[in-house]
């Protein structure tokens, strides 16, 4: 599977964007997906996951309320929508997908081991 981030860029406090995953493979449709970020001088970090049907979703607290999590199976694609944005939410975000061939008791996917494969990242900058 390869992942593909796009929609980063600059934007005022206060403001709305759209970030969105691009995966290739016939199987898209089964994996659990998630958004994470790294902030300058910090560890990665959870954002958001949503599972393979799109029925359930999770948040960071920090986002909760704030971001949305979709996705289009037909289109093999995830969507963060970010609004009511902070300073604090700049850093480059990441999309990851887990692999349903993996056995994972118990797996919440708010971990960076809960995921196999990773896109290289989009940067979002939140000017104040």
């Known amino acids: 599977v390869h992942v593909v981030e796009s929609g980063g860029r600059l934007v005022q406090a206060g403001g709305s964007l759209k970030l969105s995953c691009a995966a290739s493979g016939p199987t898209f449709s089964a994996y659990t997906m998630g958004w994470f970020r790294q902030a300058p001088g910090k560890e990665r970090e959870f954002v958001a996951t949503?599972?393979?049907?799109?029925?359930?979703?999770n948040y960071a607290d920090s986002v909760k309320g704030r971001f949305t999590i979709s996705r289009h199976n037909g289109e093999n694609t995830v969507h963060l929508q970010m609004n009511s944005l902070k300073s604090e939410d700049t850093a480059v975000y990441y999309c990851?997908?887990?692999?349903?061939?993996?056995?994972?008791?118990?797996?919440?996917?708010?971990?960076?081991?809960?995921?196999?494969?990773w896109g290289s990242g989009t940067q979002v900058t939140v000017s104040s």
């Open positions: 990851a997908a887990s692999d349903p061939m993996m056995y994972r008791s118990g797996a919440d996917y708010s971990g960076e081991d809960d995921y196999d494969y």
């Open positions: 949503i599972t393979w049907s799109g029925g359930n979703a």
